[in-house]
């Protein structure tokens, strides 16, 4: 899935040399400066004189959205691609309200806040009936908002268990289906107003 030509300049200067003075974390960092997608490489030595490549490219976990400009994110939480793409329609988005820079090649978000984020996104829809519009994170990653229909927003911790609080916003919501905010950050409180 990696077009050759994208790297062709890293490839050209290792043409004609010696296949055993190749140093290839030299080679990977000159490669990932120029295309980041790159999760995975290997240099394969082969005599007489053959060098291979196995390249693997990043999957991406969410996309993050910064002023209007989408940024892909990986597991590690590190951004290597730039652009929304039709192929990552589906997976989530976030919307960083916090106005800080971001740039390719930076890890923007821990692991866990991945995968807090991918476990609501499933457990979510299940648990309240509703369909997710939207998550946004203001001023740090140990709080993300989630937007469903009809104008709910509902704030969720990154530093407890998803499946409790998911628990509380399906309760809140039997008891109080006309809430338009929803607080559970807290454990064994939920907070709401209309």
Do not use: C
């Not at 995968?115 to 709080?143: C, K, W, Y």
């Not at 990154?158 to 289906?177: D, F, G, Y």
């Amino acid at each position: 899935g990696l077009d050759r030509n994208l790297i062709r300049p890293a490839i050209d200067s290792i043409t004609g040399a010696n296949i055993f003075r190749l140093n290839p974390t030299a080679l990977e960092q000159s490669i990932e400066q120029i295309y980041p997608p790159i999760d995975y490489f290997n240099l394969i030595r082969g005599l007489p004189h053959t060098v291979r490549l196995d390249i693997i490219l990043r999957q991406p976990a969410l996309r993050w959205d910064v002023n209007g400009t989408i940024y892909s994110v990986d597991v590690t939480g590190k951004v290597f691609d730039q652009g929304d793409k039709p192929e990552y329609a589906t997976l989530p988005k976030v919307i960083d309200k916090s106005g800080l820079p971001v740039q390719i090649g930076q890890h923007i978000v821990p692991p866990g806040f991945i995968t807090f984020l991918a476990s609501l996104q499933e457990g979510m829809p299940v648990a309240t009936q509703r369909q997710i519009a939207g998550n946004e994170v203001t001023d740090t990653v140990f709080h993300v908002d989630m937007l469903l229909d009809h104008d709910v927003r509902i704030r969720f911790t990154t530093q407890r268990p998803v499946k409790e609080q998911i628990e509380s916003v399906a309760a809140i919501l039997a008891a109080h289906p006309d809430s338009k905010v929803i607080d559970v950050r807290v454990p064994k409180w939920g907070y709401w107003r209309r």
